[in-house]
Each structure stands twice: as structure tokens, then as C-alpha cells.
């Protein structure tokens, strides 16, 4: 693991397609805050062609643009939130909310962590690198992923859990567009942290950490839980 945690088997949740189509359309507002033109805006493409392949309703991509740009009158804009803290058996944890109102987010932050230790900011950053991170799979068997990482520019690749690739975040929309000459299609492409000393845990201790960071994934307002867990 070591950079965005996921739950097991959340894609077959009805309830939980639901919730990632929520956190897709703040991501996508969010976005829009910087141009609501896709072509001149790389985290907007990048969005809405995660909502695209997740299959969420047309109409929900463009009214979630059209209030980030400003366009709809329908009250307060989101803002990016982030935590730091440790999850139980001092796992290192990166939270990124979007939130119309910081307080109620700060408090049920802190509900969240009861299990484990909030801290405050850079109190776990500084133990996870910040980069452009691609989830990507082979068109074929002949595709190979250390030389598409080389080809198209990436800094490291990792296959032990899927493929994924890590580019300099400046580097990440470039890269995410020659990934397809290489033999990779790419499944997903964003702006995130990676654990530089991962924890290894294994048994009860790993189900509790598990379970601490299902419950954060699962709060409406948390768009991404990044875990320094093997």
C-alpha cells in the first residue's frame, strides 16, 4: 500500500458507488475553480475523465463544473481540508476533505480519530513524498511496466498490487497521456502522498488499522485517506 488506501470490495456497494460519485463531483468543483475548460485545465480533464469511467451521469459532471466555476447561485463553495495523524499501531495517515464549512469538518475529523491521534500539520508529511500517481492496467501480456515507465517519463512504477506509476507532479498529465503508446490504460490519475517507510503489520493489528481507515473513508466529506501501510 503506501499511498491512497482503498476498501475491499467497495466498487459492488450500491450505497458506496453513491458516495464516490459525491466525492468525484467536489473533486470536479474544486477543479473548475481554476477554468472550467478541460483543455486548459489538467486537474479538470483528469476528473472528469475519472467520473467518465466510473460512469457517472453526464448532467452530474456538468452541474458539478458549473458550480465550481461559479456559474449556478446555489450556495457555498467547497475548499480542500487536509490532516495529519496516526492511525492505530502509529501508521502514519494523510486525510484530504472538501468541506463547505471547516468547522463542522475539523470536529468530525477529530471524532474520526478518536481510535488513533490526530496531530497537527507536517506532523506526518514530511514521512510521505508528494506526486503525481497513475493506476493504470496492461492492454496485453507483452506490455511491460518498467519500460513504459522509462518511455513515458515516470520516476518509479510498482507492481506488487496492480500497476502503478509515480511522476513528478508536474510531470503527471504528460505522463498519463503516453502511457496508452506503451501498452498501459490508464484507470486513474491524480495528485497524491506516498508512505516513505511504510508500516508492516499483519494479523489483529492490521484488521484494527483496516478498520480506522474504512470508518475515515467512509465519512461523506473525506475525498482521500492516504495510509504509510505495507
Not at 467497495?10 to 477554468?35: C, D, M, P, W, Y
Not at 449556478?72 to 502514519?92: C, I, M, N, S, W
Not at 488499522?209 to 461523506?220: C, I, K, M, N
Amino acid at each position: 500500500m503506501g499511498a491512497q488506501w482503498k476498501a475491499k470490495g467497495k466498487e459492488q456497494n450500491a450505497n458506496a458507488k453513491g458516495l464516490v460519485f459525491t466525492k468525484l463531483a467536489r473533486e470536479i468543483s474544486v477543479a473548475a475553480r481554476s477554468g472550467a475548460d478541460p483543455s486548459m485545465n489538467s486537474r479538470l480533464r483528469l476528473a472528469i475523465e475519472q467520473a467518465r469511467k466510473m460512469s457517472m451521469p453526464r448532467d452530474t459532471v456538468e452541474r458539478a463544473i458549473k458550480k465550481g466555476a461559479g456559474l449556478l447561485d446555489d450556495g457555498a463553495q467547497f475548499e480542500k481540508l487536509t490532516y495529519e495523524g496516526f492511525a492505530p499501531h502509529r501508521v502514519p495517515v494523510i486525510v484530504e476533505c472538501f468541506s463547505d464549512n471547516a468547522n463542522r469538518t475539523a470536529s468530525a475529523v477529530r471524532v474520526l480519530f478518536r481510535k488513533g491521534q490526530l496531530g497537527s500539520t507536517g506532523s506526518v508529511s514530511w514521512d510521505f513524498d508528494h506526486l503525481g500517481i497513475i493506476e493504470a492496467e496492461a492492454q496485453n501480456a507483452d506490455a511491460d511496466a518498467e519500460t513504459a515507465a522509462i518511455e513515458a517519463g515516470a520516476s518509479d512504477v510498482q507492481t506488487d498490487d496492480g500497476v502503478v506509476f509515480y511522476t513528478a507532479p508536474t510531470d503527471l498529465d504528460a505522463v498519463q497521456r503516453a502511457l496508452p503508446n506503451f501498452g498501459y490504460t490508464v484507470q486513474k490519475a491524480y495528485l497524491g502522498y506516498r508512505a516513505k517507510n511504510p508500516v508492516s503489520l499483519s494479523g489483529a493489528e492490521r484488521e484494527e488499522v483496516e478498520a480506522f481507515l474504512q470508518a475515515l473513508d467512509e465519512h461523506d466529506e473525506v475525498q482521500t485517506v492516504y495510509a504509510g501501510l505495507a
